[in-house]
């Protein structure tokens, strides 16, 4: 379903800077260089997956305000 609604131009934006905040992100990289490393026990493979999840979710919105703004990401 396709439906068209009016947004302000600067809440589109605003979603374009949508980011993981500092501390998770910064969980997030550690994460995967200890994934790399082999050293993960099984609750941070579930923390690696979750945030590697909501990143993942959070780029894909970006680029889709970003689509409707006729930028490139």
Not at 26 to 44: F, K, P, S, V, Y
Not at 57 to 65: D, I, K, M, N, P
Request: with cysteine.
């Amino acid at each position: 379903m396709n439906t068209t609604i009016d947004a302000p131009l600067e809440w589109v934006e605003s979603i374009t800077m949508l980011r993981l905040p500092e501390q998770a992100d910064l969980r997030l990289q550690c994460l995967m260089d200890r994934n790399n490393e082999g050293t993960l026990t099984d609750r941070e493979r579930e923390d690696l997956a979750a945030l590697a999840e909501l990143s993942e979710q959070l780029s894909l919105v970006r680029a889709e305000a970003l689509h409707l703004l006729g930028r490139k990401p």
